[in-house]
Each structure stands twice: as structure tokens, then as C-alpha cells.
């Protein structure tokens, strides 16, 4: 089995110095399931695993409960633990959830924005641009999964933000098999721009439709194979 990229890992851990070891096995966990640094369909070893994230074995099988709930792991009896399988399917129905909960979050964002938020933002997609120039596939990731968590921050419902972090995660598994596509992280960036312009306009409609035409962006980048 292929170690975690550690570039990869090393992003993905540098803000974690606060966090208890299970939250710490948790996200260097996700992060490489989420940039496909463990393959769907994959079957995987718990020592190896522990020496990949740098983790002791109970943060880690903390980390693997947490992750089976939310569909990125699956523990099969007697066999062990595997990497969720993707599918197409699978990719249409989650992108259907995505419409209804990411036009929720931008209606209720609208109202509630600041400009401390666009602010920040806007550097998030920035760095995603200075990311992508230097072909930085695993910071791309981390730093779209960052703006989109600062968009639910920003709807001010904890539940929703829960629900939309879930559905994020898995939606970069089949983000990231698409990446490599011509211009398709330039579309990314465009359309990230366009909900930060609804939003400073404070014009929940504008950007409802540009949130879902973000997300119907990347049903056709999937379609497209």
C-alpha cells in the first residue's frame, strides 16, 4: 500500500497543535480519503494506517467510526475496513442534496454576510489560484473545503453546517479525479467569484442561482468523464 502523500499531510495538519489526538487522527484521516491518498474500493491495514497519519491505534479506529458514519469508510465484518467505492450514481444523488442544502446556506449567508467575510473569502479563492499554477492538487482541495466551510460559517446554522461538511467531503472524492481536466479549476475559481459577488450584493436569489450553477458545474465535469 501507497503512504499518504506527505505534502498532502503536512497541509492538512500544520493548524492542529490545539486539537486532541482523536480530532487530529480525524482530519489527517479525511483529508487523505477526501484527495484519494487511499483509493475507493481500497482494503486497508490499521498499523499501516497508523504509520501513514503518525497516529496511535485508538485515535485511529476513534477517527475510522466517525468516518464510516459519514459514508467515507466502510467496515466490513470479517473482512475489515474499506475505502467507499465511488459511482456515478452515487455522484448524481449526492449532487441532488448539494443543490437543495448549498441554496439554503447561500439564502440564509445573504442576509448575515460581513465584510471581514468577503474579505476572507476572496483570499481563500485567491490562494486556490495561486494553488493551482503550481499544480498543488491536495491544496486546491483543502483550500476549496475551506471556503466552502467559511460559507456555512457564515449561514449561522450549526446544523447545516454539519450536513454540508459531510456532503463536501464526499463531493471532493469525485472533485478530485476531475482536477486534472483543462480549465476546469479556472471554472472552479470563476465560480466561486460569482457567489462572492451575490453575496457582497447581499442578494440571496443571485446567489442561490450561482451556488447552483457551481454545483451543476461539477455534475458536468463528472458527466464528462
Request: proline share 2%.
Amino acid at each position: 500500500m501507497k503512504s499518504v502523500d506527505a505534502e498532502s499531510h503536512g497541509t492538512a495538519v500544520s493548524d492542529e497543535s490545539s486539537l486532541s489526538l482523536n480530532e487530529q487522527a480525524y482530519r489527517r484521516f479525511k483529508q487523505a480519503l477526501v484527495t484519494l491518498g487511499y483509493k475507493p474500493g481500497e482494503y486497508l491495514n490499521t498499523a499501516q494506517v497508523m504509520n501513514d497519519l503518525s497516529m496511535g491505534r485508538t485515535p485511529i479506529n476513534q477517527a475510522i467510526h466517525r468516518l464510516s458514519n459519514e459514508g467515507l469508510l466502510q467496515i466490513i465484518p470479517r473482512k475489515g475496513v474499506m475505502v467507499s467505492p465511488l459511482s456515478i450514481d452515487d455522484a448524481l444523488e449526492l449532487i441532488e442534496v448539494r443543490l437543495a442544502n448549498e441554496v439554503l446556506c447561500m439564502k440564509l449567508a445573504s442576509p448575515r454576510i460581513s465584510l471581514q467575510d468577503l474579505e476572507e473569502l476572496e483570499a481563500i479563492n485567491h490562494q486556490i489560484e495561486l494553488a493551482s499554477e503550481r499544480r498543488d492538487r491536495n491544496r486546491m482541495m483543502l483550500l476549496d473545503n475551506q471556503f466552502h466551510q467559511r460559507l456555512a460559517q457564515v449561514a449561522g446554522n450549526k446544523m447545516l453546517m454539519d450536513i454540508l461538511s459531510v456532503l463536501h467531503a464526499q463531493a471532493q472524492r469525485f472533485w478530485a479525479s476531475s482536477l486534472s481536466k483543462e480549465g476546469h479549476v479556472q471554472e472552479v475559481i470563476k465560480e466561486h467569484r460569482a457567489i462572492i459577488h451575490a453575496l457582497a450584493e447581499q442578494n440571496a436569489e443571485a446567489a442561490a442561482q450561482a451556488a447552483e450553477a457551481h454545483i451543476l458545474s461539477f455534475r458536468n465535469a463528472l458527466l464528462r468523464g
